[in-house]
DNA sequence: ATAATGGTTCCAGTAGGTGGAAGGTCAAGG
DNA sequence: CCTTGACCTTCCACCTACTGGAACCATTAT
């Protein structure tokens, strides 16, 4: 398979494949043309990494992932506390999100939204 | 003032305030040492701005907004609607952080995390 | 032969800062 | 007067995880 190939097979873009590359997840071998060249399990694990992504593993989470897929002898205890770590980070970020949601939800209701400059959203920013 | 005053009082650190300085929210004067010297508008400025990207404002939203603050003939109407697209791009980042926490938390209760191999969490991860 | 498509490398830029080196300045204490 | 330590300065690099674009080579279809 060519990068292309790869690309609509596993929903990442030839760019971040490349990239993917660059920082070690994959080696494909090269044909006589300099194209990178496929095989199945570059594909999956390409593809195994994008869902980790998509759930919010960082790039490094996804090293120690992949390592621990590639284990026969790996502890799914291991795998749990990588993954309930990630649960902690994506959980303190909803909060933190939660939190500027209630405030500025606030001032927008309060806010007149007309013509005139009063405007408690700027009031609340200027508040010292 | 110098700038370690401003951080103090502003709660910003000092190398953010320079680099405020540099996308040019603010100009501080300079003292004969080359210090800079900030008056009580200029914290005011850095301390709104705080306050405005804790609100998850990004930084083109803080200078719109600050130019706003400034504007005496504003309507509040524009304030009201930068906030409600602040909004709503908070909402889009809570709704996808939501959705990662509910696969990612069912997989970490389907984990048995004990000394043995068998994981859902990446038996997911890999499926195709 | 040519055009479209797909591949390659490399460099730069994104957001919003943060870290660190190398060096100038100022106030207090011995 | 000198030193120490806290502050200040600039500049450059680095962070995450890609993404865009230029310049160029290869393949395929017409």
Same mark, same amino acid.
Request: include cysteine; charged fraction near 35%.
């Given at each position: /398979?060519?990068?292309?190939?790869?690309?609509?097979?596993?929903?990442?873009?030839?760019? @971040?494949?490349?990239?993917?590359?660059? +920082?070690? !997840? +994959?080696?494909? $071998?090269?044909?006589?043309?300099?194209? $990178?060249? !496929?095989?199945?399990?570059?594909? &999956?694990?390409?593809? !195994? +990494?994008?869902?980790? $992504?998509? *759930?919010? !593993? @960082? +790039?490094?989470?996804?090293? @120690?992932?992949?390592?621990?897929?590639?284990?026969?002898?790996?502890?799914?205890?291991?795998? =749990?506390?990588?993954?309930?770590?990630?649960?902690?980070?994506?959980?303190?970020?909803?909060?933190?999100?939660?939190? /500027?949601?209630? @405030?500025?939800? &606030? *001032?927008?209701?309060?806010?007149?939204?007309? &013509? $005139?400059?009063?405007?408690?959203?700027?009031?609340?920013?200027? =508040?010292?």
């Amino acid at each position: /398979m060519n990068i292309g190939d790869v690309a609509r097979r596993s929903g990442l873009p030839a760019k @971040t494949i490349r990239y993917y590359e660059d +920082i070690g !997840f +994959i080696k494909p $071998r090269r044909g006589a043309n300099g194209y $990178r060249y !496929f095989d199945e399990k570059e594909l &999956h694990k390409l593809a !195994f +990494i994008g869902r980790a $992504r998509s *759930l919010g !593993f @960082t +790039i490094e989470d996804c090293r @120690t992932l992949l390592a621990l897929y590639e284990d026969e002898d790996r502890a799914s205890a291991d795998v =749990k506390r990588v993954a309930k770590q990630n649960l902690a980070e994506i959980d303190a970020k909803i909060a933190d999100l939660q939190a /500027m949601r209630a @405030t500025l939800s &606030h *001032l927008i209701a309060e806010c007149a939204g007309d &013509h $005139r400059p009063d405007c408690p959203i700027l009031d609340d920013l200027a =508040k010292c």
